[in-house]
Antibody, heavy 123, light 109 residues
Framework: QVQLVESGGGVVQPGRSLRLSCAAS????????MHWVRQAPGKGLEWVAV????????YYADSVKGRFTISRDNSKNTLYLQMNTLRGEDTAVYYC????????????????WGQGTTVTVSS | DIQMTQSPSSLSASVGDRVTITCQAS??????LNWYQQKPGKAPKFLIY???NLETGVPSRFSGSGSGTHFTFTISSLQPEDIATYYC???????????FGPGTKVDIK
């Protein structure tokens, strides 16, 4: 079955960096776009970024553009989120998700989600 | 930017009741609208795509309708396992951007 397992979360000071990983299994990872979505404590869902099936196209929410970088290694079936210059408002559970369609550079939504990893930005 | 709103923000209903949630877009989004269910402490689950299409394996008591700016999500007969927060989401591909509504929390009365 499709499985996504995030890791790399933790407590980090403002201004520092953190890299999240998402290990995928149960499907042909290299065929699908992949997303990061976050949820601040007690708040709703916020889309963060999406990457195309081959890593050639990347798109970001305005709130993280220039600070976060999404990437993938299809040989390792792994998705990444490099988070730099972290702020308190980046505190959230971060979910990776598989896009619901395998269309080339066209995205429909988050068909399958991981369990999430928690990032806390605090001094 | 397109804004998504949902109403009500929360509701309480009895087992077996029909439950309806509305989602409104700030401008015409055609049918580029998905619905998700998030149970307490769990990751969201994809329920409905393109406003009215049920994802494989989702119980038929869930349904969606609408187009343009006004959308509806319905649970025809509320079950205890449906306790969750439900989110609508608009997707756009020019450029890719995904906007969630604020969510509707559903409880059992």
């Amino acid at each position: 079955q499709v499985q996504l397992v995030e890791s790399g979360g933790g407590v980090v000071q403002p201004g520092r960096s953190l890299r999240l990983s998402c290990a995928a299994s149960g499907f042909t990872f290299s065929n699908y776009g992949m997303h990061w979505v976050r949820q601040a404590p007690g708040k709703g869902l916020e889309w963060v970024a999406v990457i195309s099936y081959d890593g050639s196209n990347k798109y970001y929410a305005d709130s993280v553009k220039g600070r976060f970088t999404i990437s993938r290694d299809n040989s390792k079936n792994t998705l990444y989120l490099q988070m730099n210059t972290l702020r308190g408002e980046d505190t959230a559970v971060y979910y990776c998700a598989k896009d619901s369609s395998s269309s080339v550079d066209y995205y429909y939504g988050m068909g399958v989600w991981g369990q999430g990893t928690t990032v806390t930005v605090s001094s | 930017d397109i804004q998504m709103t949902q109403s009500p923000s929360s509701l309480s209903a009895s087992v077996g009741d029909r439950v309806t949630i509305t989602c409104q877009a700030s401008q015409d989004i055609s049918n580029y609208l998905n619905w998700y269910q998030q149970k307490p402490g769990k990751a969201p689950k994809f329920l409905i795509y393109d406003a009215s299409n049920l994802e494989t394996g989702v119980p038929s008591r869930f349904s969606g309708s609408g187009s343009g700016t006004h959308f509806t999500f319905t649970i025809s007969s509320l079950q205890p396992e449906d306790i969750a927060t439900y989110y609508c989401q608009h997707y756009d591909n020019l450029p890719p951007r995904f906007t969630f509504g604020p969510g509707t929390k559903v409880d059992i009365k």
